[in-house]
Each structure stands twice: as structure tokens, then as C-alpha cells.
């Protein structure tokens, strides 16, 4: 009796979702290649995990004060490696 039940609620959640589709015309999203995201970038967010958990384990401005460097000076090199891949992805697609 359970299965019947899971497998009728698959059933309904699958037609909700090809409806919901066909209405709204969705597209999947197209996988974004992370090619800037290299080791440093890994170690950034390594550390700004660690900032964020040692906050969450006893939240003291200090703490959060860190916390939130961390988590700026990271977006800031990621926003950076972006703009640099970006910038040589167009410069590849104009042919220069």
C-alpha cells in the first residue's frame, strides 16, 4: 500500500512539474562553466566557511567582524577572477 502511494505521488509531481513547463515555457538553466574557480579560490572559500562556523559556535563580534572580512575580501577575488575570464572569453570570441 505504501509504494502505491509514493508511486502515485511521483505520479502527480510529475505532471505538476511537465505542466508547470508547458505553461511557463521553462528552460533548463545552462550549466555555468567555472573555469575561473581554481585552488586559491577553494582556499578562500575554505576559509570563509571556517570564519562563518567558528561564529556559529559562539557569535561574538569579533567573530563576526571576521566573519564578514572574510567573506568580502573572497567575493572580491572571485568578482575579480570573473571579470578576468570574462574579459579573455570575449577577447577569444572577437578574435583578438
Known amino acids: 500500500m505504501n ?5 502515485q505521488w511521483q505520479q502527480i509531481e510529475t505532471n505538476m512539474k511537465n505542466v508547470a513547463i508547458y505553461i511557463l515555457e521553462y528552460e533548463e538553466r545552462k550549466k555555468f562553466n567555472k573555469e575561473w574557480f581554481n585552488e586559491e579560490c577553494r582556499q578562500l572559500l575554505e576559509q570563509k566557511n571556517k570564519a562563518y562556523q567558528a561564529y556559529l559556535a559562539r557569535p561574538v ?3 563576526r567582524a571576521e566573519c564578514e572580512e572574510r567573506r568580502k575580501w573572497a567575493h572580491t577575488i572571485w568578482k575579480k577572477k570573473k571579470r578576468d575570464r570574462m574579459s579573455i572569453n570575449s577577447c577569444y570570441r572577437r578574435g583578438i
Open 3 to 7: 509504494t502505491d502511494l509514493e508511486i
Open 61 to 63: 563580534r569579533v567573530k
